[in-house]
């Protein structure tokens, strides 16, 4: 889910937009939503600018928004949390039903992936990790087929090392 679907969610869940904003933002600052951003959770200074952000949104301050937006819009636009997050950190969910999930998965799998990667290129059916990691995705664990070519070029470019 995205900054400003969270936010909608709250308002069609029955907060006006301050409380929204309130409740979104602390539970921002307090790790109970992580933001996802470019594979990576958001530091803490990207949070502040974030939680600024919707505190200006419900202020309906579209001057001061205009002003700061700056690098807040890539994060708000592009960023993602857990919707299981989001609801248990607003109490829009059961706390049984959204249990927390890590974002640091491991994946058992790759290591056999990883290998015989390793046998392909040394053997010359790949020329490198990028194409390896291509034609093994298929076979691995994850959320989608970019983030599993990455982590797994990531670790046979470490393995190779």
Partial sequence: MSVSEMVDELVQNGRDN?????????????????????????????????????QLTAAKNEREIRLRLGWVADIILFSRALRAQFEAACGLAEREAAAPISIRRRFASDETLVKEALDGIRNGKWPNALQAAKALANQADGASPEAIVDRLRKKITAASN
């Fill in 18 to 54: 301050r409380s929204a904003a309130i409740e979104l933002s602390r539970a921002l600052e307090d790790g109970a939503i992580i933001l996802i951003f470019n594979d990576a959770p958001l530091r803490p200074s990207h949070v502040a600018g974030v939680t600024e952000y919707v």
